[in-house]
């Protein structure tokens, strides 16, 4: 099977060096090192391809939440068609999915 079935696309701040680092060991056991970067203690990641570990990435960053850490974490499969987003703000992490249909229903009237 190839091709693009998901996309992930993440920001965090400030983000710690240690969850930085179990991030990355993390990414680095899947052979995703590369979709990780880091400016300061602001994390992104960006990716797009068949598999994508978001429930391990999202249970790692709420092992780590502390008062300050803002962001947010989407996954969307485009198999399945669905958007997760995993917010974190307030020393909480939140899930939400909602279908793409809905997303993009939702830009199209904010023109």
Do not use: T
């Amino acid at each position: 099977m190839s091709g693009i079935l998901v996309k992930a696309y993440a920001s965090f701040q400030p983000v710690s060096d240690v969850l930085y680092e179990s991030l990355r060991q993390l990414l680095v056991d899947w052979h995703l090192e590369q979709v990780l970067s880091r400016q300061g203690d602001h994390l992104r990641i960006s990716h797009e391809g068949v598999y994508f570990p978001a429930v391990e990435v999202a249970r790692l960053i709420n092992d780590f939440l502390d008062d300050k850490i803002e962001g947010k974490l989407d996954y969307i499969d485009l198999e399945n068609w669905h958007l997760h987003r995993y917010s974190v703000s307030s020393r909480k992490l939140v899930y939400r999915k909602v279908s793409l249909d809905i997303v993009l229903d939702s830009c199209a009237h904010s023109k």
